[in-house]
T-cell receptor, first 114, second 112 residues
Framework: ELKVEQNPLFLSMQEGKNYTIYCNYS?????LYWYRQDPGKSLESLFV?????AVKQEGRLMASLDTKARLSTLHITAAVHDLSATYFC??????????????FGKGTHLIIQP | KAGVTQTPRYLIKTRGQQVTLSCSPI?????VSWYQQTPGQGLQFLFE???????NKGNFPGRFSGRQFSNSRSEMNVSTLELGDSALYLC???????????FGPGTRLTVL
C-alpha cells in the first residue's frame, strides 16, 4: 500500500524567511504532484514532477524530486503572506496504467506572519 | 476554458438518506476522479472513470458508487448516509488517466 508522509504538518514562519516542506513516499512512483488549498477552497495544481532530478520553479516556490530516495521537497524562498495555505503532495503510483488515483499526504498547514 | 464544475455546492441530509453529486469535467477531459476530504482522514481516493468505465476504486464501502456518461460528466451516489459521510467531496478531471488532475470547487455534504 502506497503511503505518503509530509512534514512538517504545521509551519508558522515569518515573511522573508526560507523554508522547506518534505514529502516521502513508500513505493515507486511515476509522478508526484504538489497542490495548494486555501481555506474553504478547492485544490490548485502547482507542480507535476515526472522524473528523477526534476526541478520546477514558479515564483517563490520550487519543487524537486529524488525518486531514488522517494523524496520530494517544496522550497519556499523569501516567504510572503499570500503563500499562506495548506500544501499537499500527492503520488500516482502509475502501476495500473495511471488509473490508481492519487494518494495524498496529510498536508502542511503554512502560516506566514508579517 | 471553463474549469471543473460541481453541483450542488452545499448539501444537508439526514442519516439513512441517499445523495447524488454531479461533476462536469473540463471540456475535452475524459478522466474523472472523485475524492473525499475530511479533517480526520484527509484526502482519500474514491474512484476514477474513463470513457464511462470505472477503472479503479478506493477503499470505500459499496454504499459509494458512481457513473460516467458519454459526455464525460460524472455522478457519484452515496446511499444510506452515515454521520461519518460528512465531508467535502471533490471531483477532478484530466485529459486521460495519469495526467495532471484539475479539481472542482467541491460539494460540502453535511449529514445530520
Amino acid at each position: 500500500e502506497l503511503k505518503v508522509e509530509q512534514n512538517p504538518l504545521f509551519l508558522s514562519m515569518q515573511e522573508g524567511k526560507n523554508y522547506t516542506i518534505y514529502c516521502n513516499y513508500s513505493t515507486t512512483s511515476d509522478r508526484l504532484y504538489w497542490y495548494r488549498q486555501d481555506p474553504g477552497k478547492s485544490l490548485e495544481s502547482l507542480f507535476v514532477l515526472l522524473s528523477n532530478g526534476a526541478v520546477k520553479q514558479e515564483g517563490r516556490l520550487m519543487a524537486s524530486l529524488d525518486t531514488k530516495a522517494r523524496l520530494s521537497t517544496l522550497h519556499i524562498t523569501a516567504a510572503v503572506h499570500d503563500l499562506s495555505a495548506t500544501y499537499f503532495c500527492a503520488v500516482d503510483s502509475g502501476q495500473g496504467g495511471g488509473a490508481d488515483g492519487l494518494t495524498f499526504g496529510k498536508g502542511t498547514h503554512l502560516i506566514i506572519q508579517p | 476554458k471553463a474549469g471543473v464544475t460541481q453541483t450542488p455546492r452545499y448539501l444537508i441530509k439526514t442519516r439513512g438518506q441517499q445523495v447524488t453529486l454531479s461533476c462536469s469535467p473540463i471540456s475535452g477531459h475524459r478522466s474523472v476522479s472523485w475524492y473525499q476530504q475530511t479533517p480526520g482522514q484527509g484526502l482519500q481516493f474514491l474512484f476514477e472513470y474513463f470513457s464511462e468505465t470505472q477503472r479503479n476504486k478506493g477503499n470505500f464501502p459499496g454504499r459509494f458508487s458512481g457513473r460516467q456518461f458519454s459526455n464525460s460528466r460524472s455522478e457519484m451516489n452515496v446511499s444510506t448516509l452515515e454521520l461519518g459521510d460528512s465531508a467535502l467531496y471533490l471531483c477532478a478531471s484530466s485529459w486521460q488517466a495519469g495526467d495532471t488532475q484539475y479539481f472542482g470547487p467541491g460539494t460540502r455534504l453535511t449529514v445530520l
